[in-house]
């Protein structure tokens, strides 16, 4: 009991912090960003600023509805079926990696059922545009799970990461690799984390449940993001694998936040998109077709090894 | 015969064909037209209500005019009665007229109905009439989006009203009444010496431009003759404005689009433009640089070498900035086929400038007048083809370059002259007189006209295009999609000076 205790605290602690960097991280390069315009630039560049944005949330009197309740629970709990180290899990199924998926759909249609509290029909069907593109930015995810899976012949993350003890599974699923990454720059965009929200407007329910219900989105948003690398970062990258003499965990976090940084970076020097077509083309003419050929290829050697033992 | 063939093209000697107008003018209208007479480069003519109808059907339909724009109505009161202006303008006899319409009713209701009136019979001859009375508002029970200030990328300054069916806009309604400031107070009755340093606030993303209108105007009216260092010392600012204006709305577009790293990238080539122009005028927005019959300081060795040292990297980071954003298929994917409209409307709301050049038309002007010495120049003027949101992007970077062109043939030949002082302002005395000027700027046919008592100024009414492309925008949002309502309204280049004013 104290064990579990133990990691939950240190699970907390490791998120908070990871909240914390990555806003940080965030607001700092928008005021590089932005010039020295004024003290707005300087003030979001702060190493205090994003504790300061919590106070400001706080500051607003709001009522805590079921759905935020919900959104709040589930972006801590996707984090008991998440490894983010060999042993820091709270509980360890061998079918881990769907757990993490549920959990991803769950919070996602959490957001979508706290949107439909508004009474402007426009906004609710904004949102609702935009779930459905971020879940359909997810089948290549999927379908890449599926050809690692296929590789690694395990549905635990931890076994995937111990099958990555000799090489990566990059080398083995390039293809996969950009696909999911691809995948998670336009979540990035589609969540709107590092600037407006893409989809024109719908920040106008961030205004109506602005105080600690737009904490609690933000935090959710934030949790998809993290998910999103940490399942790449296990998929491709090695997980917690020691490279040479630097330790598992420090690897991980080494890696978290490369792959951070470079979304950032990738997602600033890129426009905005907001035109549903142009989104539906990307999904449609790429990383569709990409992950599918992919899958398709694995399943083949797969087949042709472990069936027919011809390679 | 050279220069005849190039006057031929370009119809620069402007008063052959003013005058080819005023014998048409009394042939045709001998009997409908009170009076009229030229002011400057244009032509005023006094009309009775009555006769309006007329006049309007024999300079819409009668090819030797051929009036296709619609510039401006305004109202104003003038020496104890109340006047309309209609200004109007014809792109393929390059000339531009105003009636003006004496109204007899007393102070009150009947004064307005009266004026309801004219407009309505503008209103049969140019659609666009019906934006210069009181419009009913689209309430929020017949609008189901509003975009009110703060959220509208790019602008501070209107709130949209949208009556949408799923995600196509229906009707859209323009407001602009939280950006309305009683400036009239200021300038009538100012004197002119005071009133100089004022008039630039009109237009602040190019401010030089109503400054110029304005000394244009009264040089036109003292009849000065100005020193060709003095016209080329003007050109040079006007055109480094406009080459500032330009950067500024591609500025505008990168940030609305999102894309951060062009629109810092263009702020930064603005700030370059800036400090050259902090160098000669001393300032950045306000330039209160020009007066009457010359230039508030000369250019020294210095200075000109600043200028020119500092084109050949405009040129290069421009080209880059115009690299990076149109070779990029989101950005291009994004502008292209949206916020089309075609000639005739676009003529028919009265738009100038780039806008209309967008659309291949080619008006312009710095070619179509004798303004300053932009004959002895050589530049094109770039046009579009589709006018959709790409093309008016691409003209702008076209009319940077043409600037930079300009400003370097200026300043490698600079005509040597010691600069005199023409008038004193303090001892200045006009009998009541009335001028109309006006002047290329970047969003389009700036105009002012103005009505001099003594020293002081007893009317001034100005006619910035940004009105029209105001308008316009109503009408193009109509069947375009919400998410492209910033991208249309960006593209067209509003000054939220020059819309202010009215």
Known sequence: MVIILKKVIYI???????????????GKLNAKMDLARGYVATKASGLSYPVIRIFRFLSKDHKVNFWEFLIFFFSFAIWAVIPLSSNLIIVDLDYNLLAGFLFYVIIIFLNLANASRTEHNYIYSNI???TVQILAFFVPVLFC????????????????????????NVIYQPLGFIAVFASILLHFKLLGINSKNPILYSENIDKEVFGFGRLITRISNYTILFFLIVILNIFYLGGWQQLFFVNGEIMFTLKFYIVFVILILLDKATPRLSSYDYLVSINGRFLLPMSAVNFLITLVFFMLRNIYNLV | MAKELYDGIYSSHK????????????????????????????????????NLQDVLRELRDNPEFNVQILNNISKYQSRGATHVLINMSSVINSFSLLLKIELSGSPGPSLNREYIEIINIVKIYFESAIFYKERPALESKYSDVTMFSPFIDGFDFLDIYLLTNDDTIEKAYIDTNIARVVSEDFYINADIEKLLSYVSRFDYTAGIFPELCFCIALEELMQIKVQKRVQSIRMIVSELFRISNHLHFIANICKIMGNDTVYN?????RERVFRVIELVTGSRINPNFVRIGGIRKDLNE??????????????LKISRIETMLLDNSIITGRLRNIGITDRNTALEYGVTGPNLRSLGIRYDLRKNRNLMLYKDISFLVPLGKYGDCLDRVEVRFGEIYQSIKIVEQIAYELPQEHIKKLINLSELEFPFSSMISSIECPHGVFKIYLEVNKNTISNMILMGPSRNSLFLAEKILEGNRLEDVEVVLGSLDLSCGEIVRF
């Open chain 1, 12 to 26: 907390i602690l490791i998120f908070g912090a990871n909240l914390y960097l990555a806003s940080f991280l965030t």
């Open chain 1, 128 to 130: 609702a545009k935009k």
């Open chain 1, 145 to 168: 799970s599926a050809s690692i899976v296929l590789v690694n012949r395990a549905l635990s993350l931890g076994e995937i990461v111990n099958f990555q003890y000799q090489y990566w």
């Open chain 2, 15 to 50: 008063l052959v064909f003013i005058e080819r107008v005023e014998k048409n003018l009394e042939f045709y209208l001998k009997n409908k037209i009170v009076q009229s007479k030229r002011l400057g480069q244009e032509i005023l003519c006094i009309v009775s209500k009555e």
């Open chain 2, 265 to 269: 990238l263009a702020l930064l080539e």
């Open chain 2, 302 to 315: 210095e200075k000109l070498k600043n200028i020119k040292e500092s084109l050949p990297t405009l040129t």
